[in-house]
């Protein structure tokens, strides 16, 4: 079992990185008495629920349950009041932890409810796929979607602990496997060349699971969000560059319907639109694009915009996202693979020339 702790400036707390720890009551921050409301869906419920259910009965907590729908889709405030109205009817105080089981929907809406829930209840985040893993379960940013935005609605509000038994990997669809490395391959494309270098090298390995190169690929990722959320935990600075292609990504969704695309399939399209207007204003290296576009090829995701949106379709989202400042649009960039930077006012005509650039052509 690997650890990797995130280090804020009144409190800290661990990631634990291995397999079987939905059996393990070590890891899980609870004592005999403690009442406890896990909040899963209806795909991940059959799977784990009774798991996570045993070890925690098998510690002494009071465990009850609520099931939301699954997809993203669901990210609403009407999941939201799904979770409250359960948390009521049982009587459960301030002193419930509540345990998010699930992939990222299901982390940011029980994150966002117990940051609300008689104004702050203990949770725990036990992702169950690899985008949540590596990405929206560590650092405390929760919310849920709005028809005219996603993640318009939230808090930051961090977890008690994070559990990752990298064996729920095993049963997820192929394709959210690949849309989880989207955001892998970001950690490296923005702060990390060496882990990028070493991503060309291993890509294979991780599409196929294996369970070594897993381990250390999450928690290279876990250790490299942990130290911008520690330097900035409220993104009034760096942890800005987390949202490489996301700008763009979040766009995606939102015009598309959410969930039509996974979240990391339109964050690998968002990235390469932000790496071809990175290149169009003279930073980083027409190579560099190169390299990118085909480790996220390799990783089974697409590099080019849906063939149903046109460049005009994007800036009416952009400008609603929440890194505009006074109605000028901010990006994540790239200097260089590896040197991830925020651009102050972009160029909208050079924001369409990019988009442009990867939009498919007859």
Partial sequence: MLCVNVELKERRYPIYI????????DVYPVKAGDKVMIVTNETIAPLYLETVSQTLTD??????SVLLPDGEKYKTLQSLDLIFTA?????HGRDTTLVALGGGVIGDVAGYAAASYQRGIKFIQIPTTLLAQVDSSVGGKTAVNHPLGKNMIGAFYQPATVIVDTLTLNSLPKREVNAGLAEVIKYGAILDLPFFDWLEQHVDNLVALNSDDLQYCIARC???KADVVARDETEKGDRALLNLGHTFGHTIEAHLGYGNWLHGEAVAAGMMMAAALSEQLGDISKADVGRLEKLLA?????TISPDTMQPEDYLPYMMRDKKVLAGKLRLVLLKALGQAYV???TDKALVLSAISACTQTD
Avoid: H
């Fill in 18 to 25: 291995g397999e079987n720890l939905l059996k393990n009551p």
């Fill in 59 to 64: 510690i002494g907590c009071q465990v009850s």
């Fill in 343 to 345: 651009a102050q006012d």
């Fill in 222 to 224: 876990c250790q490299i």
């Fill in 298 to 302: 390799r990783a089974n995701l697409p």
């Fill in 87 to 91: 948390l009521l009817k049982e009587n």
